[in-house]
């Protein structure tokens, strides 16, 4: 079975641009996260996504961050224009199961490591 | 607030030596508590996850956990530690089953041979 693809696995960029991460889940897997995981830090929920509808994106900075998920299968997270404390690994992660609880296991991928200069 | 704490920022121990690695909630009721493991350069994998019943969880790779309510911890254990142990350990909790998961900062783990 696949695992949680993430693509890019670095980028670097200048404050002020924008910045686009992709995400394909595990085939199959209704909910989809996205975490921000700051160096030092235990990641934190961004989004949450059930199918293509968001759960609960309550700690996502919407000024500047944006996410969809088209069609219920890969989702795209960006940044625009970039902060440099928005340096961090972004790290995507689904489960299986419908409900969205925490019965169904999170598979992460490897993240994206963001820098910001 | 809800918070999962996790004291100790790395800890070193020698190969074969025991392990524990220290994890405290902050819930109201019974939570939802896992421990993941993360190795450089790679994503989260889940090592155990407790949400009712028996205390003393097993998991992957031979660990495992007890959740103590009196001592409101759920600390990670293994009796022998092998070198490719060394990584970065996450401790996470929920209040409910459902909502957002808080992780606790990571415990970097040193192994020495």
């Known amino acids: 079975e696949a695992g949680v693809a993430q693509s890019p696995r670095y980028k670097i960029i200048e404050k002020r641009q924008s910045v686009a991460f992709w995400c394909n889940p595990i085939s199959g897997h209704a909910t989809l996260y996205w975490y921000q995981q700051i160096l030092g830090q235990g990641p934190k929920l961004l989004i949450q996504?059930?199918?293509?509808?968001?759960?609960?994106d309550s700690q996502l900075p919407k000024d500047r961050f944006s996410a969809e998920r088209l069609k219920g299968v890969d989702s795209t997270l960006k940044i625009q224009p970039a902060k440099l404390e928005d340096s961090a690994v972004y790290l995507c992660a689904s489960s299986s199961g419908t409900s969205g609880d925490y019965t169904d296991t999170q598979y992460f991928g490897p993240g994206t490591r963001l820098t910001v200069l | 607030a809800q918070s999962v704490t996790q004291p100790d920022i790395h800890i070193t121990v020698s190969e074969g030596a025991s392990l524990e690695l220290r994890c405290n909630y902050s819930y109201g009721a019974t939570p939802y508590l896992f421990w993941y493991v993360q190795s450089p350069g790679q994503g989260l994998q889940l090592l155990l996850k407790y949400f009712s019943g028996d205390t003393l969880v097993q998991g992957i790779k031979g660990f495992e956990a007890e959740f103590k309510r009196s001592q409101s911890s759920f600390n990670l254990r293994k009796p022998s530690v092998h070198w490719s142990d060394a990584a970065e350990y996450f401790c996470a909790g929920g209040g409910t089953s459902y909502g957002k998961l808080t992780f606790g900062q990571g415990t970097i783990l040193t192994v020495h041979p």
């Open positions: 996504f059930q199918n293509n509808g968001v759960v609960d």
